[in-house]
């Protein structure tokens, strides 16, 4: 292995609360009843726009209104990104450790770039990453593999020489479509991913060459 990718929200970092914050903010605006994180967090991983056409849906919100909210909650979001939001498991010592072993470390998510890099700086992490892709880094999200493959370029690394971890069905479908190796996480919605024992995740540390 010369690579490691990973998903950000769900995975590096439980985002949810922060998320949740923004989301009951731009609903606040249009009077509509705030939701719960636990609700929230299971609309994540398919980047802002669907986050929000979800939402819509489940509480019978105007369709035409999506691009508009969606604006709105990501200048939300982008004006208090870190507040609760924290890393998961071992990752503040792990990423470097990684690095230390000449790992090539990478981020591929469907948050918006700029925001993915600022979660990222404000926790510490960005310093040991050497690619982050988000969702307007290029014209398609995952489970599109193009953004994952964008990610392998730029890090100079093969399929078969890269691990990609997340914590959805949607980084699975990704990683498979991209023919990178995928682990899944224990912790966030990671245990309701179906996979083999082999390929879940319980230590970012476990990721480090024997």
């Given amino acids: 292995m010369k690579a490691a990718i990973f998903d950000l929200d769900g995975t590096l970092v439980d985002s949810a609360p922060d998320i949740a914050h ?5 609903l606040a605006d249009r009077g509509a009843p705030a939701q719960p994180v636990a609700f929230i967090e299971t609309l994540v991983g ?8 979800k939402l ?4 019978g919100l105007p369709a035409e209104d999506v691009d508009r909210d969606t604006r709105i909650y990501l200048d939300y979001y982008a004006a208090r990104p870190v507040a609760d939001s924290r890393l998961y498991a071992d990752a503040a010592t792990a ?13 591929c998510t469907n948050k918006p770039q700029a925001l993915a890099e600022l979660v990222l700086d404000r926790l510490g992490l960005l310093q040991h990453l050497s690619a982050v892709v ?3 880094t290029t014209p398609f999200v ?3 593999p193009r953004p994952l493959l964008h990610t392998l ?3 100079d690394v093969a399929p078969g020489q890269t691990v990609y971890v997340g914590d959805t069905g949607i980084d699975l479908a990704c990683a498979r479509a991209a023919g990178v190796p995928c682990r899944i996480v224990d912790w966030g919605t990671g245990p309701a991913v179906p996979v083999e024992a082999s390929a879940r995740l319980g230590r970012f540390a476990d990721l480090l060459p024997a």
């Fill in 46 to 53: 398919e980047g802002a726009r669907a986050l929000v056409a």
């Fill in 95 to 107: 990423l470097p450790a990684l690095k230390a072993a000449g790992i090539r470390l990478g981020v």
């Fill in 22 to 26: 923004a989301v009951n903010r731009m």
């Fill in 153 to 155: 370029d730029l890090l």
């Fill in 56 to 59: 819509h849906r489940a509480l």
């Fill in 142 to 144: 995952k489970p599109d």
């Fill in 134 to 136: 988000g969702a307007d």
